[in-house]
Structures are given as C-alpha cells and as structure tokens.
C-alpha cells in the first residue's frame, strides 16, 4: 500500500475517501490517539481530509487540523503539539489528478516500514477498534504552524541579509520559504506564488525542464541565486547566479560537504553520484548509502555520526534540526552558504564531475527478470550490493540495474571517471538487462 513515500495515486482510483477513512481509522486503532492532520493545496485534499479525519474520531482519535501547510510544517508540528502521529494529504511533486497520504511520528520521521505494515496490515483486514457514540474523539484547528516553521528555520540559519533570492513556489504550499528569507535579510521575489492545485504555472516537480522561467528571470537580473519547491514543499532545487540549474547531484554535494567534517557520514541513495563520495572525502567524510526513497534516507539519518542525509530528487535531511525532508530549511541554508561563501556557481564549478549513462528497458516481468540477472552477476564472482537493485562497484565506477517501483520498467545505470569506461560498463550492463528480459 506504501510505496518510497507514502501512499500515492491517481484519486478515483488508487486513491479514494474510501482508502482514507481507512487509513484513520487504522491510526487510533494502532495506538496513535492525537494525530495532527494537514495537506497541500490539491483541491481533492478537502474530500481526503474529511474522510480521513471521520475515520481517526471515529475509532477515539483526537485530531489537530492546521489546514493547508508544507509538509514539513506539519511534520515538524507532530512534535511541537505533542501529538502522537502527522498525516499529510499530499502528492508531492506528482501531477494534479494524484493526491496521496503520508504519515510521520513525533520525531519528524516519516513512518518507518514497520510502523507502515502495522497500518498497512490494519487496512486490508479491516481491523479497525470502532467506538460507540459516547467514545469518538475531537475535532480542532490550530493556527499559527506556518508562522512557527518560519521562525524555527531563522533561529537555525542565523543573519543572512543583502541576497536577492527568487522563490518559486510553484502554485504549492511551499510560502514559507519567501516568508523566512525576507525575515533573514533578504530581497525577495517569487514566482508562481499563487496556490492552485492545478499547478498552471509548471508542472509540479522541480528540475531542469520545469524551471526554465526561474533560471531565466535569475539569469537577466541580479539575483543572487533561485529555488524553487514541489507542491508540498518538501522538495528543493536551485538555479545558480547565472541562471544556470544546479545538477542534482552536486546540489546534494555541496549540501553535503557543508554538513559534514571527519568522521562523519552522510545518508545517500544507491543511485548517487560519484561526485559525492569525492567531495567528502575532501573532508574526511564518507558516504552510507541507503535504498532510494526519502523513507529510507531518514531512517539511515538516526544512526550515530550520520549529520546529513539527501537525495538527488531534492529531498535534503539535516537531523540534528529534524528527520523530515525541509525544503525551506533546505532553501535558506543555501542562501547563507551563498552569503557566506560567495557566488553557487562557483562553488558548482568547484566540483569534480563525472559521466553517467542512465536507460531504463520495458519487461514483462520485473522479478524474474532481476532473478536472472542477479544469477548471471554471480557467476562472474562480482560483489553485489542488493540493498535496491543490484549495484556493483567497479573500483573506477559503478553500475546500478533496478525495477521501477511504479512501472513496468528496469532501470539501468552507469557511472565512472572516464567516459569511455562509464560507455563501457554501460553497454555491458545494459546488455545484460536485455538478456535477460528475451530469456523469458
């Protein structure tokens, strides 16, 4: 029912008030009896809200709702109203005909995947510990979550002042940013700031194809740097001085490299970058690297000596602050880094980078498919990596073969310090994909 980030889908379909009454219901049922109840700005938030919240009272829960907020707002409040569980209606960076629910725990910890099975198991058998009239729980609305979020990432970034930055919110939830950057000292200007759930101004997800507006307004003025959020907020890229996009990677590099000093470790995906690795060890630091999902960077982040976990995709973990992704943590610790340090772009510049070859093949039968493929590796005496797919490392590079967890497709990647050896281990494990998936 959960996939890397919660339960996700197209509303009609996957997703229905019916699946949400269920999912509160199965919360007080579980033990979570104060649960802090809030979503995006998707217009079928509402139906999903009112479901979800009959469902939690309807088995003795007491629910705090705190309206339309970013997500990690509402994670981050789970804490500071003493509740004993959050949910989000929210999709994230998915499009306007999905909606979704996610649920988080005091610590600003996503569920875990034994708190997920727990709900997961109370669902589909409908064990649900139903009270009589005299037993349903309460109902409240709590303002003023936003203007403490706010507050909360200024105390943690300190003076920052004399930035211009451009915020595009992306028509989401995510108004907290500007809010706290103009509370640091900074001239603000944002860009689709209007919320609308269908998302008219680019699609939801931040990346290099969607923010072409923002790296073109940074690019013909004098911003010092862009950022921009998913629908929810937890998401966030950037687009340097030069109104360039800031890769991915390296944005989790940079990141990364900030948090970390020796000793320490950071909590990446098994799909990142070479370009990380190489930036901590500068440091001393390394990397630990986790299975793809902010989920599981998070759980990885609560280990000792672990100070940062991030994923490429734009979720960023500083631990010590909280355990949920913060994207306007994320946003305001890079304009003090820029204040700081000096101009992004030179520090992406900085950056050693490296070729990495991505495809991604159709099968028909992605666990018979990997079964093979796993087989084969084995036979040739490699060392696999089966923490999300199977993953080798090279010594000079590494390859990555793993199944879409939502379509009918395995994913193969390659990455190394040459170009011709990244082509190389490319073509070979691509080939052994393919091999694969005609022996059925």
């Known amino acids: 029912m959960f996939g890397t980030s919660g339960i996700r889908g197209e509303v009609g379909d996957e997703v229905t008030a019916e699946l949400a009454l269920a999912v509160g219901r199965a919360l007080p049922s579980e033990g979570y009896e104060r649960v802090v109840v809030g979503r995006d700005i998707r217009e079928s938030g509402t139906i999903l809200v009112d479901a979800l919240t009959a469902g939690i009272r309807e088995c003795g829960g007491d629910v705090i709702e705190v309206g339309v907020a970013p997500t990690p707002t509402v994670a981050r409040a789970v804490d500071w109203l003493e509740a004993d569980a959050g949910v989000v209606v929210t999709a994230s960076h998915n499009p306007a005909k999905d909606n979704g629910i996610k649920l988080w725990s005091p ?17 589909e058998n409908e064990r649900y510990d139903l009270e009589d009239w005299t037993g349903l729980g309460d109902r409240s609305h709590h303002d003023g979550v936003l203007e403490r979020h706010v507050e909360t990432v200024v105390d943690s970034v300190g003076e920052v002042g004399g930035l211009e930055v451009v915020v595009d919110v992306g028509n989401g939830a995510g108004s907290v940013t500007a809010d706290a950057l103009l509370e640091l000292g900074c001239e603000v200007r944002t860009l689709n700031a209007q919320p609308d759930g269908r998302f008219p101004g680019r699609p939801s997800e931040p990346n290099a194809e969607t923010l072409t507006d923002l790296q073109q307004l940074v690019g013909a003025t004098d911003a010092d740097l862009g950022v921009a959020h998913d629908g929810d907020g937890d998401r966030m890229m950037a687009v340097d001085e030069r109104g360039e996009f800031v890769p991915k990677d390296l944005l989790l590099a940079l990141f990364a490299r ?44 609560t280990e000792p000596g672990v100070v940062f976990g991030g994923e490429p995709s734009g979720a960023w973990i500083w631990p010590e602050e909280t355990l949920c992704p913060d994207g306007p943590l994320a946003a305001c610790t890079l304009a003090a880094m820029v204040a700081r340090d000096g101009p992004l772009g030179a520090a992406v510049d900085d950056l050693e980078t490296y070729p990495i070859r991505r495809t991604s093949i159709e099968v028909d039968h992605k ?62 494990t691509r080939a052994l994909v393919v091999d694969a998936a005609n022996a059925e």
């Open 107 to 123: 610590s600003g910890q996503a569920f875990d995947t034994e708190r997920r099975a727990a709900i997961t198991d109370r669902v």
């Open 258 to 301: 900030e948090a970390a000093g020796d000793g320490d470790r950071v909590a990446a995906p098994v799909d990142t970058s070479l370009a990380v690795d190489d930036a901590l060890a500068a440091v001393g630091a390394s990397v630990t690297r986790t299975a793809v999902g902010d989920v599981y960077v998070a759980e990885r982040a």
């Open 367 to 428: 666990a018979a498919v990997m079964d093979r493929i796993e087989a084969t590796v084995r036979e040739r005496e490699l060392e696999i990596d089966a923490l999300d797919g199977i993953r080798i490392d090279h010594g000079d590079g590494w390859t990555l073969v793993r199944p879409s967890g939502t379509e009918p497709v395995i994913r193969v990647t390659a990455e190394a310090r040459d170009p011709e050896r990244a082509d190389a281990l490319f073509e070979d």
